[in-house]
């Protein structure tokens, strides 16, 4: 029998049924996001940045901007920050909630998410993107930027991806075990 599951309790006595509802409700939508959050990822260290890669380095410098500008207005933006939130949402409510059941899975997965997915974007990924945009001085230099940033942002990516597809199995554990 996993380590969550307890014996049946009435549900008042662990902070309510709305609460319940509330924060199983938060994770299904998280685990979802991180899910589609993880693909996106993969897609990028699967194929994306090898098939922009192989379009040599200036060619492929410039389909990532485009790439890097189209996504600051999409969809994208909101799966991104939404995700986050709520994993930071569900990460504080299961630190301060001493009750909970098995809270331990729902900080690591909130803290992996967010340290993981969205500190790696925002301190790693964001101020490499940043960089390939402002090389405008010709095509050594992008060539030069390109190479660093082909490998060191692949890196990272692959790194934000796992945080992200362990984030939504721990999730899920949750969910099947615990919720």
């Not at 939130?85 to 909630?97: E, G, H, T």
């Not at 992008?142 to 991806?161: C, D």
């Amino acid at each position: 029998m996993p380590a969550c599951v307890t014996d049946q309790q009435d549900t008042d006595e662990k902070g309510g049924v709305m609460f319940d509802n509330i924060m199983t409700i938060s994770l299904t939508v998280a685990s979802i996001c991180a899910g589609l959050m993880a693909g996106v990822y993969f897609a990028f260290s699967a194929f994306i940045m090898r098939s922009l890669d192989r379009l040599g380095p200036v060619k492929a410098a410039d389909a990532m901007n485009s790439i890097n500008e189209v996504i600051l207005h999409s969809w994208f933006m909101l799966l991104f920050f939404g995700s986050t939130l709520l994993y930071l949402f569900m990460a504080v409510i299961a630190a301060i909630s001493a009750e909970l059941t098995a809270r331990w899975v729902l900080i690591s997965s909130g803290l992996i998410y967010v340290i993981g997915m969205f500190c790696c974007t925002a301190m790693l990924n964001v101020p490499l993107n940043n960089r390939l945009a402002q090389v405008k001085n010709g095509d050594k230099e992008k060539i030069e930027t390109w190479a660093l940033y082909f490998e060191q942002w692949t890196r990272w990516n692959h790194l934000r991806g796992t945080c992200s597809l362990v984030a939504m199995i721990l999730s899920m554990y949750y969910l099947a075990n615990c919720a």
